[in-house]
């Protein structure tokens, strides 16, 4: 895994990696990552994983988690093209991306369709979105936690990374995301971010000028192949 150890700006960071040929790790990349490598969780890292918030067409509230799948040069390349594109339209005030409402609608039908255990895009109903804590959530809850297994991607790669904190003696987990977000009619996306710090915050960032994804090179790219499991109900069964 190669991680430039230099904070640059959003597009810089990206064509970084995209220019030396790699796969720039998505969340579940990189959780994978830590629960193999401890010195990890000391690291702070973005990654090619967002949660962007929105109103659906009825105008709820609502938001989604979207792993993208990159499996080529070309598709990272594809979708480096589209951030530069959002990020040109200038950030927000809360240093989000700005994401097409056409893209977003888009991305919640497919995650609406997306069913089991392990997906790309996890949909967050505003329903759902009434339980969302951001703070300080103790690991004995962080699995019913309404954000915590979209971050990952998966229950069990979720469960695998909070059994591994537990190792080293952690009772604790950070969460941050913006809750204003979902409740505005323009989309916003946070990239979302690995913290170093003492709680190891997952976050869905809103840094300006300070970027550092971690990326490999596409032939060593790692495959994520959870084991099924069943539970948090609610949320896998969310409409």
Do not use: C
Request: proline share 4%; hydrophobic share 40%; no cysteine.
């Amino acid at each position: 895994m190669v991680q430039f150890n230099q904070d640059l700006g959003f597009v810089q960071a990206l064509d970084e990696h995209l220019n030396a040929g790699h796969r720039i790790l998505s969340a579940p990349d990189y959780a994978h990552a830590r629960i193999n490598d401890h010195s990890l969780f000391n690291k702070f890292s973005n990654v090619l994983s967002f949660r962007i918030g929105g109103k659906d067409e009825d105008g709820n509230p609502t938001a989604l988690y979207w792993h993208p799948v990159i499996n080529s040069i070309d598709d990272l390349r594809t979708l480096v093209n589209e951030l530069k594109s959002w990020y040109a339209q200038g950030l927000t005030d809360s240093f989000a991306l700005k994401v097409p409402r056409g893209k977003y609608l888009k991305l919640l039908e497919e995650a609406k369709s997306q069913i089991g255990e392990s997906r790309t895009l996890w949909y967050i109903s505003s329903d759902l979105l009434k339980d969302s804590i951001a703070g300080i959530v103790n690991l004995d809850d962080a699995l019913n936690s309404t954000e915590i297994v979209p971050f990952f991607g998966s229950v069990n790669l979720a469960r695998d990374y909070v059994q591994k904190m537990r190792t080293f003696g952690k009772i604790n987990i950070g969460v941050w995301h913006e809750k204003k977000d979902s409740n505005i009619d323009n989309p916003q996306g946070r990239v979302l971010v690995f913290g170093g710090d003492y709680y190891n915050i997952l976050g869905a960032g809103g840094y300006d000028g300070n970027w550092r994804f971690a990326g490999v090179p596409f032939d060593a790219a790692q495959k994520n192949s959870p084991s099924p499991n069943s539970f948090l109900e609610r949320l896998l069964n969310s409409p």
